[in-house]
């Protein structure tokens, strides 16, 4: 398979007054097309800085960040906007949904963005929410919904641009235990269909059903480990290959 992601001894500084803060400090690695991967670490480890570079919202100090073969570092802003648009699927904790616009209408918004015609951006928002298990919910607002409806209207709006990679940070951190369980299945059948997803989480337990775990510590990565028997998420239960 060829590398969706590739980082190459990338480095993040920020300075703030008088003071240096390297929030990465020389990163390499390389994400597959297809793979499922978590990225961990505590607060403060670097991995949240790289979920924005990953994500095109900030760009290495130093090396090199290649997003399906384009260099991310030499882009303009409105190349970097562009990019997050047609290349990259979010899903954040907090699900961002429009509060007085119905499913459907949240799924399409990438799609308004890019222009796409609306008769079309009909067809692939309804096809992206029936992808997720909620066909037929397209017309609930947000308050119709539950938290775990709401973060698949969330994935489907990350599915519909069909993206190069999904970006996931913390996508159960205001979820359920049963509900996480749930949101964990949508994205390991995504995986079995063929789509990247790179999900951050300090939780271990959401960690073991990524297939690939990428350890952060104090800016650096400490650990690449394949997860060979990832847990498997069903119907909002748990099982074991």
Do not use: W
């Not at 924005?52 to 260099?71: A, F, H, I, K, R």
């Not at 906007?81 to 007085?100: D, H, M, S, T």
């Not at 938290?147 to 994935?155: E, L, S």
């Amino acid at each position: 398979m060829s590398n969706v992601v590739t980082i190459n001894n990338v480095t993040k500084v920020y300075v703030m007054g008088d003071q240096r803060v390297e929030a990465l400090r020389g990163i390499s690695f390389a994400v597959e097309s297809g793979e499922f991967v978590a990225i961990m670490g505590a607060s403060g480890s670097g991995k949240s800085t790289c979920m924005n570079m990953l994500g095109c919202l900030d760009v290495p100090t130093d090396g090199e960040y290649l997003l399906d073969g384009v260099d991310v570092g030499r882009l303009a802003p409105n190349e970097l906007a562009e990019i997050r648009n047609r290349k990259l699927g979010f899903v954040f904790q907090g699900f961002n949904l429009l509060a007085r616009t119905t499913a459907r209408e949240n799924v399409e918004l990438p799609l308004v963005y890019a222009r796409v015609p609306a008769a079309t951006r009909r067809r692939r928002a309804l096809a992206a929410l029936e992808q997720v298990g909620l066909a037929g919910r397209e017309g609930h607002y947000s308050n119709q919904l539950s938290g775990g409806q709401q973060q698949r209207v969330a994935i489907a709006r990350a599915l519909v641009n069909d993206p190069a990679i999904i970006l996931a940070d913390e996508p159960t951190g205001n979820l359920d235990s049963k509900t996480s369980v749930e949101i964990m299945a949508v994205f390991q059948e995504l995986n079995r269909q063929g789509i990247t997803v790179i999900m951050v989480t300090h939780e271990q337990d959401v960690a073991a059903y990524a297939g690939r775990h990428l350890v952060f510590r104090d800016g650096l990565i400490v650990a690449d480990e394949i997860n060979s028997f990832p847990a498997v998420a069903t119907s909002g239960q748990e099982t074991t290959p």
